[in-house]
Nanobody, 121 residues
Framework: QVQLVESGGGLVQAGGSLRLSCAASGSIFSINAMGWYRQAPGKQRELVAA???????KYGDFVEGRFTISRANAKNTVNLQMNSLKPEDTAVYYC???????????????WGQGTQVTVSS
């Protein structure tokens, strides 16, 4: 069993900042990558940012330098610093983990329950 615990969502004004955090716990052998996807109503889920265990980041095309994903000091934790937020960033943000579980019966991909990010104009 693996769980992803998300924190940091909320309501901010346009131009403001938020920091999202995701911690993976449970029967994990190793983590390949962790990151964040988002989904707005009526839209497809899209990549926001992800980072490999080696520290290589990847960002969605819309980020344009505004967001930074990083590995936290805590084990199996990633942070997403979001600056210069725009109303179009409003969505439910989902943590994602690609990992190798301890037990073969467990999954390799996990999703958090989602945290709401709302940016007002």
């Amino acid at each position: 069993q693996v769980q992803l615990v998300e924190s940091g969502g909320g309501l901010v004004q346009a131009g403001g900042s938020l920091r999202l955090s995701c911690a993976a716990s449970g029967s994990i052998f190793s983590i390949n990558a962790m990151g964040w996807y988002r989904q707005a109503p009526g839209k497809q889920r899209e990549l926001v940012a992800a980072i490999t265990s080696g520290g290589s980041p990847k960002y969605g095309d819309f980020v344009e330098g505004r967001f930074t994903i990083s590995r936290a000091n805590a084990k199996n934790t990633v942070n997403l610093q979001m600056n210069s937020l725009k109303p179009e960033d409003t969505a439910v943000y989902y943590c994602n983990a690609d990992l190798i579980p301890t037990n073969w019966g467990d999954d390799f991909v996990y999703w958090g329950q989602g945290t709401q990010v709302t940016v007002s104009s």
